[in-house]
């Protein structure tokens, strides 16, 4: 565990936060008074994360699986350590395998592997927080286009990008004392992008970066629960 803290700040958890996305929205809620709870399953870079954080905000940096119901808890004790969460930002995912294989030709434990990551641990996360979660908390599920969209070789990962909206809404329903947002946050130019291209040049793609206003305005308004696209958002928050 890396950490680095100052107890009295909002607090937020965010998964897959040592690079892309997940870095780039840390570092912008870090500016705007957030600690944070941040992980991800290489070491190296997550101690890199904190270190690059640590001289922005409290953050505590775990790393490991998301999937892994021990890790979720060392998640929980820290979060519980700063105080009650009020952001859950759910950006851990994986494509399962690199290239992209047809749907019929994922192997079984892989396609396991994907709905592990990608839908069961963001509602495990939920649960697990449990009473930690602040009253009227946000919840941060990132979707794709491809949970909408029919893309040869994206069908397990969009599979499950399904998979995760369809519950979130369902959470939504259920837990009206929550805002479960789930967020397109577009094409962006990241390490798993890359890795469904592998060999081809995405350097068109804009950097993750670009995708955090629209994150920033919902997580900081007051739009309902719902789906949403991060460029849309900015837009109208002009």
């Given amino acids: ?133 602040d009253e009227r908390a946000t919840v941060v599920n990132i979707t794709s286009d491809a949970a909408v969209e029919a893309y040869p070789g994206w069908g397990g990962y969009g599979a499950s990008k399904a998979a995760l909206e369809h519950a979130s809404a369902v959470l939504a329903d259920e837990r009206p004392d929550l805002r479960v947002l789930v967020v397109d946050p577009g094409d962006m130019r990241t390490e798993m992008h890359q890795d469904a291209f592998p060999g081809e040049d995405i350097s068109d793609r804009p950097p993750p970066e670009d995708s955090v206003p629209g994150l920033l305005a919902l997580i900081e308004g007051d739009l309902p629960s719902g789906r949403y696209r991060a460029s849309e958002v900015a837009q109208v928050a002009r």
């Fill in 1 to 133: 565990m890396s950490q680095q803290t100052n107890p009295g700040l909002p607090v937020a958890v965010v998964t897959g936060a040592s690079q892309g996305l997940g870095l780039a929205l840390a570092e912008a809620l870090a500016r705007r008074g957030w600690a944070l709870v941040i992980e991800a399953r290489r070491a190296d870079r997550l101690d890199s994360a904190v270190a690059h954080l640590a001289e922005l905000t409290t953050v505590i940096g775990i790393p490991g699986d998301v999937t892994d119901a021990a890790h979720r808890g060392e998640l929980c004790r820290a979060a519980a350590s700063l105080g009650t969460v009020g952001l859950l930002v759910n950006n851990a995912s994986t494509l399962g395998a690199s290239p992209l294989p047809a749907l019929d030709a994922i192997a079984p434990e892989t396609l396991r592997r994907i709905f592990d990551v990608n839908v069961v641990a963001p509602l495990a996360l939920v649960h697990d927080l449990g009473e930690l979660l």
